[in-house]
């Protein structure tokens, strides 16, 4: 059985002749064109019901927006079934080397972010699901999200083919960059926007190298004080989150006084008592800021529901803003096929992922554990709200954009799963020939009907009112 753990200390009694030796052996047992496979057996569990029993610990008047946003499309409901497609992987065969995982690595999981130097960086940007477990989970759902985009784009099979050929061949190749490269200079690997121009500015039309130069701007002006400037306003003297409801729901409109009294206090000692976590000079700078308010926010598609909350910081005066997001760490949708980490609080657990896979991380980022005021131990973790983000729309790509992107990503994939998982045994594994991509290729198109499959099951029971859905 596979050992589903990290270990950097077994590496370093291997020469990396011995493993290159153990992924060449590893063929053997479970062949490259193996990993096209995809089928669902007799006991595959339902779908719908894997979803449920996530909505059941969320905040309940929350997951019909959840589900809404599952329903628009087979794309959104992709994006929030990692969990589905977890149980699905499970069964998938697997060549026996474990990396860091990020464990919802879909393209939109791949975006421009602020290093800590400020330079606009490329980066797997969610870590919610992030476990160790077999690499070959993550190309798999970054291939898959390709067709299904692609699919919704109205691309053809043989383009979106060559894309998820393109992005296999890419982790590939920089996965064996990376197998030849030291340990140290694997670490310091960082993948920033002229690295992107160089590598892959060729690849881009002149379409594709405007909207890359568009792309850097907006994302630099994608900062605290935008957010700032978007999300506050003067109240009564005062600088205030403002309500956007069912999505933005400052404390002061949510609960009744005496419970908000209470959230509110357990709110200002999540943010104080995190700053343990942080690196003692970004801590100093944190203890610089005060609370001034805070508001439960509904984010992305998968998460929504969980508790998470916006907490406006001003520093040295009302006009310097920080904007911290604490977010509900939940139990990751792999452990039931991977096991459990060794780490006291799910927060700890994304933000280690975090940290082992991303080249650079948010400087606030950090994590604690809190009780409710229903008496409930919740775990979060807490970064930026908003930082230089940039991210892709795939609606927008053409068949040539999304090839260009789909191979940015699978070499950010491998430098990130090279620095967890054994390179150069993945890297012999994989070879020089095509036989992987090929076989991710037909993965994503089995998998890709799947998901519309499932798709339409959440349809039909929105129809039938079976589950409540509602868009926001």
């Known amino acids: 059985m ?3 753990r990290l270990d950097g200390h077994a590496l370093r009694h291997r020469t990396p002749r011995e493993r290159a030796a153990r992924g060449k052996a590893a063929r053997a047992a479970v062949p490259r064109s193996s990993h096209a496979e995809y089928g669902p057996g007799p006991e595959r569990p339902d779908p719908l019901g894997i979803i449920e029993k996530q909505s059941a610990t969320r905040v309940p008047e929350l997951v019909p927006i959840r589900y809404g946003r599952m329903a628009e499309s087979p794309f959104r409901f992709y994006r929030g079934a990692a969990a589905v497609m977890a149980s699905d992987l499970a069964g998938t065969p697997r060549s026996g080397f474990t990396t860091q995982l990020c464990g919802d690595a879909h393209m939109l999981n791949f975006r421009l972010l602020a290093s800590p130097e400020r330079r606009l960086m490329f980066d797997i940007n969610d870590f919610d699901e992030t476990l160790p477990g077999p690499w070959e989970w993550d ?26 050929r393109a992005t296999v061949r890419s982790y590939r190749e920089h996965m064996r960059d990376f197998a030849g490269m030291g340990n140290l200079s694997v670490w310091y690997a960082r993948f920033d926007e002229d690295w992107v121009r160089e590598r892959f500015g060729a690849d881009m039309s002149a379409r594709g190298r405007d909207r890359w130069a568009k792309a850097t701007t907006k994302a630099r002006s994608h900062d605290t004080l935008q957010v700032f400037d978007k999300l506050t306003r003067v109240i009564d003297g005062k600088r205030r989150i403002a309500p956007d409801p069912p999505l933005i729901t400052p404390l002061q409109d949510l609960l009744p006084d005496a419970q908000r009294g209470d959230l509110e206090q357990q709110i200002r000692q999540l943010i104080e008592r ?16 005060r609370v001034a308010d805070m508001a439960r926010k509904v984010v992305g598609v998968g998460s929504v529901g969980t508790r998470c909350w916006i907490v406006l910081l001003l520093g040295r005066d009302d006009e310097d803003p920080l904007f911290l997001q604490a977010k509900e760490a939940d139990e990751s949708v792999l452990a039931p096929h991977v096991g459990d980490p060794r780490f006291r609080t ?28 229903d008496g409930r131990r919740r775990d979060f973790y807490v970064r930026q709200l908003q930082d230089w983000k940039g991210v892709a729309v795939a609606e927008d790509m053409v068949p040539r954009g999304m090839r260009t992107f789909g191979a940015l990503c699978g070499a950010t994939l491998a430098r990130a799963h090279a620095r967890s998982g054994d390179r150069i045994a993945i890297a012999a594994y994989l070879g020089g020939g095509d036989s992987f991509d090929r076989a991710l290729a037909t993965f994503a198109e089995r998998y890709a009907d799947q998901n519309e499959q499932d798709h339409r099951a959440l349809v039909d029971a929105v129809s039938s009112g079976e589950l409540v859905a509602e868009s926001a």
């Open 139 to 164: 190309v798999k759902r970054l291939a898959a999200s390709l067709v299904i985009a692609g699919r919704l784009n109205g691309f053809s099979r043989k383009e979106r083919a060559a894309i998820v």
């Open 2 to 4: 596979m050992e589903n």
């Open 346 to 373: 799910q927060g700890e657990r994304v933000v280690s992922g975090q940290r082992l896979m991303q080249a650079t991380s948010d400087i606030f980022l950090g994590w604690e554990r809190v009780e409710g005021f």
């Open 274 to 289: 995190y700053g343990t976590t942080l690196q003692s000079d970004r801590r100093f700078h944190l203890e610089q800021y």
